[in-house]
């Protein structure tokens, strides 16, 4: 995969929101606002494209994130997701589960899982 495009109806600012979840950068503001990693173009991990959309998306996303820390523990990196705007979802989980369900800015669920140590 190369890159993903996400229909929202504010690019920039999910953009931002999105950057600073992955350690993201802009890369290109043609057609909408697409971000990828410092590197740039041609890497292994995929770019995101934010298209402008009016209409609302219905039912269940067909596809969302899961994200893991790196460089700190879940616990870290849950305060630090909630500090630049995600918030609590709430899917039906039970409480027991080893990873947290969030919403971004527009209300795109993701997972937020265990440290991964590369």
């Not at 790196?70 to 899917?91: I, S």
């Not at 369900?101 to 991964?116: I, K, Q």
């Amino acid at each position: 995969m190369s890159e993903l495009i996400v229909k929202c109806r504010d690019p920039q600012g999910l953009a931002a929101f999105w950057c600073e979840v992955l350690d993201y950068v802009v890369l290109d503001t043609e057609d909408g606002v697409e971000i990828g990693p410092r590197e740039g173009f041609g890497g292994l991990q995929p770019t995101m494209i934010f298209s402008a959309s009016s209409d609302p998306e219905l039912g269940p996303l067909r596809l969302h994130f899961d994200v893991n820390p790196t460089d700190r523990d879940q616990d870290a990196e849950l305060e630090r997701l909630l500090a630049l705007g995600a918030r609590p979802a709430d899917v039906g989980q039970t409480g027991e589960e080893s990873w947290h369900v969030l919403a971004d800015p527009e209300g795109n669920e993701f997972c937020l899982l265990r440290t991964r140590l590369s």
